[in-house]
């Protein structure tokens, strides 16, 4: 018998989409709080969830196997300080859709100035402007694993050019032209539009810095859809300011939820929003757990492991 | 030897693309204005131009065998007082990629509460409330020719459910389920977003009035693409006004500019853009001129004609 352990803001609703589910040899305990006392966290070999919940847990689980994250990024389960005796995997190939979505609306935002003509409207003004359009534009995205393939792929569909700057991959057929390692500054050199999909690493760590938002065209747009570590929030701010770039879209920071005194609060042709991009619903995580834990069950290797060396 | 003339507020833009084209036998006058005096107009066989230009050299055109309208919509020219007998194509096949841009970022703005976010954004606050998703959601499109169908391709590639209003054609393979007819109410009643690409005529002049929006789920936004007068925009503010509907997205009026007195400047949630949602760039025109001066030379018909008892 397999006991299951979850622990998430959703205990409730994973507990009743996971006994739907009608696994065999599974015990299910439920908990939004890591303290709950009647539950035998020594016993359960597996978890379901939040890795900021679940770090709190693991010096007792005597029994542990599997963490299954609710979440794509699991800094919180990578300290060095913590164990890394089981296997971690995280939540992948369910993000890509809602970051597409994500994505797409701001850069179709920006073309057809959304937000400057609603403005226009609420002063009663017959703003004639014409719009730009995606169509011929150049979008770099930076990391192109399942969510950067999405994007690509609808990329594409507007009839964009597609530059991608991985570590060594090239596998995504939507991506016009790989870089890698030095060619960041011939990557970003021609793009309207960079995309970091980049996940918190000691190699992302600050990556978009002051060189290379200098090395971005000015009619440049930055998004951050990855972690909020992969960038010098104080040059990005600076950048805008200067008007070196031509906007910025944030769902991510190094500080969450952003400290209200935040320089990037006030810089200009900013959008900021509160890491909500793609949101861990319990729906498309549960699927993930379910399907890992059949894998696990037969003795096969499990889906989206996560190498606790590159963190990822 | 053809005699082309010209009548646009692009005019030196559209002399400068058509000589670039080196069309056989084709000599080219253009003018900004109708009025202008060194041109012969009675000598002219074609007209490349805007519809609200031409209909006012229409009685001088001794010659004319052919007009190709800049715009899609050609009203100025289907007014009974005003002959007929030349061939009169519009512009078609352009203006798809831009409506689907205009269309869907406004979607995604809505699912995304783009606008309300930057508000909140604006005042500093930290808005974490959870984005909706265009995915499996349905759209109605009211018309579906060459735009309907970009649409509706541009619709399922975010996996939605594509519903058709037509006269009769169903040759749209993106589109899930038509209607036509009297089959409106069935056609509205569980859409979350209906577009209308409708052009002006007798037949959809008010199509969507008040009965057609009290039809639609209260969650439904509408969004007119097509032409204003195929709204009854007092119907539709009293809608808005009384939340029996979510929004509305408006690019066409039955008089343009809105009149600054205009009940729909106030309503609520209503985008108003200003006829802007794909406009007529010469470079695209112009290739549609192009095509179809080379069928008239090789004597077969052109493409887009439009049936002056239809309307388009």
Not at 189 to 204: F, G, I, K
Not at 209 to 214: H, I
Not at 226 to 249: F, N, Q, S
């Amino acid at each position: 018998m397999h006991r299951l352990l979850i622990l998430s803001r959703h205990a409730d609703d994973y507990r009743v989409l996971v006994q739907a589910a009608n696994l065999p040899n599974l015990t299910v305990w439920a908990a939004t709080d890591p303290a709950t006392a009647d539950i035998p966290v020594a016993d359960c070999d597996m978890v379901l969830g939040e890795p900021s919940l679940v770090c709190r847990v693991l010096p007792r689980m005597d029994s542990l196997r599997w963490v299954q994250s609710t979440w794509a990024g699991v800094e919180p389960l990578l300290d060095p300080a913590l164990r890394q005796d089981y296997i971690l995997t995280n939540a992948r190939g369910v993000f890509g859709g809602l970051m597409t979505e994500y994505v797409f609306g701001y850069l179709l935002a920006h073309e057809r100035r959304i937000i400057k003509r609603h403005a226009e409207q609420t002063a009663g003004k017959w703003d004639n402007a014409l719009p730009g359009t995606l169509n011929g534009k150049t979008l770099g995205l930076m990391g192109v694993g399942s969510i950067g393939a999405c994007l690509a792929r609808t990329a594409r569909h507007f009839n964009m050019t597609v530059k991608g700057y991985t570590r060594k991959s090239e596998t995504c057929t939507d991506v016009d032209v790989y870089y890698h390692g030095s060619g960041l500054p011939d990557f970003v050199a021609d793009l309207d539009y960079l995309v970091s999909v980049l996940p918190n690493t000691a190699e992302t760590r600050r990556i978009v810095d002051a060189a290379l938002l200098n090395a971005l065209p000015q009619q440049a747009v930055f998004i951050n859809v990855g972690r909020g570590g992969a960038v010098d929030e104080t040059a990005l701010a600076h950048a805008l300011k200067a008007g070196r770039i031509a906007g910025a879209v944030l769902d991510v920071f190094q500080t969450e939820p952003l400290p209200p005194e935040h320089i990037l609060w006030h810089a200009p042709n900013v959008q900021i929003t509160c890491h909500t991009a793609a949101p861990s619903f319990p729906r498309d995580i549960v699927r993930v757990f379910i399907d890992n834990y059949r894998l696990l069950l037969r003795g096969e290797p499990l889906r989206y492991p996560v190498d606790f060396e590159r963190g990822y």
